[in-house]
Every structure is written in C-alpha cells, then in structure tokens.
C-alpha cells in the first residue's frame, strides 16, 4: 500500500487509505515496542532534527524514543534559548537546518502555518508536531490508533469530544480524521469555548454533557488550554467541572463499554475525575501514549522511504510497505 506524500503537516491532505497505511504499520510497530528486542534499522544512516518552539514533554519524548528505535541520530534543538530569540527569522533558520542536510525535522511552533512554511524552504521531510491552533497529526493518528484497537474499528461509531474545542488542535486534527472514517462526532462544552466556525465542521454540538454522551461509544475530554485563552472564557475551574467535566454520573450516559481518552496533561478534578481516568476498564489514556510512539514510528518510516525513493527518482506512489 503506497502513502504518497512527502511531509506529514496535518490530516486534511490525507485519504481513509494514507489514514489505514499509517496505523496498518503502527500496529506493527506496536508489536515491535512490545517485544524485547525494540530497534529496528529503517532508519539508519539519518538524521532527525526536533524542533520545539513551545514546550513539550510527551511529544517531543516519544518523537525522540520513535527516531532512537528506528535507527536514526536524533538531535534535540532548545529552541527556547536559540537565535529565534536574537532576532533570526523562521525562514533563515530553516535555511541553516537545510545547510545541515537533515532528513527528518519534527516541528512544533506556537503560530499556525509555520510548520508548513518550514517545509516550503528545507529539503528533507517535516512533520508536524503540533502549530498554534491549526493541527496535531500524529496526535490524531494516535487517537485513531488507540480507538480502533479498543473497538475493532474505526467507522460508525459515536464519537464525543469535549471541553476546549475552540483552542485545540487535537481536536480539529480528531474532527477530520474521524469525520473522513465516517464516524458520527458530537462536540460538547460551553459556547464560549466553540470556535466562531463550528457551523462548517459537520458535527454534532451540546452545551449539555450528559445529553451529550447519550450513548456513545468513544469519550474525548480535551485540555483546558489556559495559555491560549486571553480573557474568561470559564466563570471559574470549579464551575467547569461541575458542567463539562467527566465524572462516573456523566459517563454513565454513555454505553457501557464506552472508553474515555485524554491527550494529557491532564488537568485531574478539572477536565477529569481521577478515579475515571485510572479505571483500566475504561480509559485508554496510558494506551495512548503507547499508541503515540507506533504512530510517530510508522509516520517516519513511511515518509523515509518515499525520501529514498524520490533520491532514487521514483515517484512516492511506487513506494511500497
């Protein structure tokens, strides 16, 4: 099965075939993670650059450790204290990453679209780890991952995401990928944390969570992205819980065997009872992270071999996996 794309910036490029490529082979991974011998060498030989200019420590942790088991030499930019800070614009950095001749870059930037400028201006491949409000891919993909080995599938099903939905890439990178499996997605929290387009997302919206989670069969719960929100988006962290966040009375409107995912960090007896989300027969959030260093793992490997392919002057389509 070929995955024709070069860089790997957000779900809207991708059809339910790149989709189904990437976690056919992350399911391998996962495999591969489990077993004692956990390295591979697809990587070898090349070079994975991560770029972090928001902090991050589980995503740039598992991008890391993905690279390290596939073979590459990972290198760590801080770019906290780097030239961006003396002045360097976005556009000259990447001409001095592409002057290193990188294979792989790894970016999360706090402004939306710079990642994809990035990969306007470098000449290896660039994945997205994440850019303002705009999209989280690999997040998504884990998602989906995580989801299809709980349920056995990933189409038809009842999906609710909940709380932040206005700052969250993680959930508009969800809303696509899920929306193009063709699952049923309801969108639950305060209108204040809508986004002004919510209309032309095709989804389901409540300001209710127990009508909301009438019945469905996957549980998100979001963040509260309190470092994106500029003035009182909630009345207090106390009030939100008691309306939007996930308790045994809430959940038990969802079917029964309904699983509750979270992306982390979460924010417990905010977003998230405690004892909810370290109930093994229900959350999945430890499987999550799990998930996340398959899906980065596959990612890479896939948009390595379409690299080699295109060095060797074939067309990314006939790469095979």
């Known amino acids: 099965m070929g995955f024709a794309h070069r860089h790997l910036l957000g779900i809207e490029p991708l059809s339910q075939s790149d989709i189904t490529c990437i976690l056919d082979l992350a399911d391998q991974y996962v495999t591969l993670n489990r077993s004692a011998q956990k390295t591979s060498d697809v990587l070898k030989g090349l070079t994975q650059i991560n770029m972090f200019f928001e902090n991050s420590t589980r995503t740039q942790a598992s991008f890391e450790l993905a690279g390290k088991r596939l073979g590459a ?19 000259d950095t990447a001409l001095t990453l592409n002057a290193m001749h990188p294979d792989l870059l790894v970016v999360r930037h706090p402004n939306s679209g710079a990642v994809d400028l990035l990969a306007q201006k470098v000449n290896c491949a660039v994945l997205n780890a994440g850019d303002g409000r705009h999209e989280h891919p690999t997040q998504a993909l884990l998602d989906a991952l995580t989801i299809r080995r709980a349920k056995g599938r990933l189409h038809r099903l009842n999906i609710a995401i909940c709380g932040d939905i206005a700052h969250s890439r993680v959930a508009r ?53 309190k470092e994106r929100m500029d003035g009182g988006f909630i009345p207090s962290e106390r009030e939100y819980y008691h ?37 093994v027969t229900r959350s999945v959030i430890q499987e999550q992270v799990e998930m996340g260093v398959a899906v980065r793992m596959a990612a890479m490997h896939l948009l390595a071999e379409n690299a080699k392919a295109a060095a060797r002057g074939m067309s990314s389509s006939e790469v095979m996996v």
């Open 173 to 225: 990178s969800n809303i696509i990928l899920l929306g193009k499996m063709e699952n049923r997605i309801r969108l639950i929290g305060p209108p204040t944390l809508m986004p002004s387009e919510i209309s032309e997302f095709g989804c389901e919206v409540y300001d209710d969570m127990r009508e909301g989670l009438k019945d469905v069969d996957v549980v998100m719960m979001l963040r509260l992205q």
């Open 73 to 91: 030499d990972v290198m760590n930019m801080a770019m906290q204290a780097s030239s961006i800070k003396k002045g360097e614009t976005l556009i």
């Open 243 to 279: 309306r939007f966040g996930l308790d045994a009375d809430k959940l038990s409107h969802a079917k029964d065997d309904a699983i509750v995912m979270h992306p982390g960090p979460m924010n417990r007896g905010v977003e998230i009872d405690g004892d909810i989300a370290d109930d």
